[in-house]
């Protein structure tokens, strides 16, 4: 995976025995450039950064997945919990029940500045119902799990004796080994005019042509994989990491001449939204864009691409994965 590959698949370097969990691909260690400058701000700039060999989830946890870690602990995620007033200042009496941020297609086009076009909060929305209080997980099993907060999907990783991989981890997955491109298969959008991830097609977010079969989620490994074997590292749900948000990543792990290995921002002191300072909520970076990653608002189905997640906050289009380090597990 060193600088300028453009072929590195994750049969370059043998892995450590077996998978430690079934459906598990081995990632070689390596250094690879991480970012893009052609794209977003919070993107730039490139930088090299190299990390260990470590195992990540062939897809992203489904309901079924999830579902046997609440049977199995009867954990209740934040979206099925009250909510504190204390943290949501000014916030309605009503809103302040359990629930979950629920994506609401609109009727045409409106002013993209203003995501509460198409966001609204959803009591009763929640893992179990994730398409509103009135949905189910009944014909959806093989879909990502959605609307679980960092807690959440933290309780999960440990349950499974796994952890959530960074960002530098999530981005050297993704990469498959194609090292500077664009997308998780190359430089182009789509390959022969044929989608390659679950993303939205048409005018976000009135008008979805599902060119890719897909109105929301679809099922894990509906796509092609990547170099490595992994799936949906591009599009369908949005994926939690480990690191805390900051706008310019480079400038926090760059200290040197020397490449950092491991980098990680582990640190919420920059992670607060300036936009909003009545919510003193951190943030962590969500990696690879959604089913509702369009062209014209957020083409953000690529391996640089990152967000700000609040840490408290699941919704319809976030989901995750967990990795296993050499050092962690049952290896």
Known sequence: MSSGSQETTASASPAPGAAPYPDMVWIPGGTFRMGSEN??????????VRVDGFWIDRHTVTNAEFERFVAATGYVTLAERPLDPADFPGAPPENLVPGSMLFQKTRGPVDLDNYSNWWAWAPGTC????????????????HPVVHVAYEDVEAYARWSGKDLPTEA??????????????????????LDGKPMANSWQGEFPWQNLTLDGFEGTSPVESFPANGFGLHDMAGNVWEWTSDW??????DEIVKSCCIPTNPRID??????????PQFRIPRKVVKGGSHLCAPNYCLRYR?????????????????????????????
């Open 127 to 142: 893992w179990r119902h994730p398409l509103g209080p009135d949905s189910t997980l009944e014909g959806i099993e093989s």
């Open 39 to 48: 794209f977003y701000p919070e993107e730039r700039p490139v930088h090299e």
């Open 303 to 331: 391996p640089a691409a990152r967000q700000p997640q609040m840490i408290d906050t699941g919704m319809s289009h976030v989901g995750f994965r967990c990795v296993v380090r050499r050092t962690g597990g049952k290896e």
């Open 169 to 190: 981890e999530w981005e050297c997955a993704a990469r498959g080994g194609l090292d500077g491109k664009s997308f998780t298969w190359g430089d182009e959008d789509s």
């Open 267 to 276: 640190s919420p002191d920059k992670s607060y939204d300036p936009r909003q």
């Open 245 to 250: 948000f900051v706008p310019r990543r480079a």
